[in-house]
C-alpha cells in the first residue's frame, strides 16, 4: 500500500509542477499600433512611422518612438510566422557579437524575448504574435526600457 501511495503523491506533484508551469507562461496580449503610440506617447516619446523605410513586403507597419536618449522600434508583420523569422534573426544576430555577454531568452505559447547585455550595450527583441520590439541602445537607459516595456507588457 505504501508503494502505491508514494506513486500516487508522485504523481501529484508532477502534475501540480506541470499546471503550475503552464499557468506561467500565459499567451501575452498583442499590443496593437494605437496602443503602442498612446502608451510611449503618455511616456513622453515622440512616435513616427518609419514603414517606408523598408522595401520588406512581409513588414505592414513600424513605428520608433524616441526621446533624446533612446529609440524603441515596434514591427508588426503580416504573419507570426514572418514575426518569429525577423525575431530569429535579430537575435542571431545579437548572439554573433563577440565579448563578455550576458543573455536571457523566455518563450511562451505566443511570444519570445532575448534580451542581452554586452558592455555598454543593451538589447531586446521581443515578439508576440505578428509583433516585435527590437531596442538596442546604451545601458545607462536600461531601467528606462525595463519599465516602458513593462507598460508594452512585452
Request: glycine share 4%; charged share 25%; hydrophobic share 40%.
Amino acid at each position: 500500500m505504501s508503494r502505491k501511495l508514494s506513486v500516487l503523491i508522485a504523481l501529484l506533484l508532477i502534475m501540480t509542477f506541470t499546471l503550475t508551469a503552464c499557468s506561467l507562461m500565459k499567451p501575452k496580449t498583442v499590443l496593437t499600433p494605437e496602443d503602442f503610440q498612446t502608451k510611449m506617447e503618455a511616456a513622453g516619446l515622440a512616435v513616427e512611422d518609419a514603414t517606408d523605410q523598408f522595401e520588406e513586403e512581409t513588414l505592414d507597419l513600424l513605428l520608433i518612438a524616441y526621446n533624446d536618449d533612446f529609440q524603441i522600434e515596434f514591427y508588426v508583420m503580416d504573419t507570426d510566422a514572418h514575426a518569429e523569422q525577423a525575431f530569429a534573426g535579430n537575435v542571431q544576430n545579437f548572439e554573433e557579437l563577440s565579448g563578455v555577454k550576458s543573455t536571457t531568452k523566455t518563450n511562451g505559447s505566443n511570444y519570445n524575448t532575448f534580451v542581452m547585455t554586452l558592455g555598454e550595450q543593451y538589447a531586446i527583441v521581443s515578439r508576440v504574435d505578428n509583433t516585435f520590439i527590437y531596442i538596442d541602445e546604451q545601458t545607462e537607459d536600461r531601467d528606462a526600457i525595463k519599465e516602458l516595456m513593462k507598460t508594452l507588457g512585452y
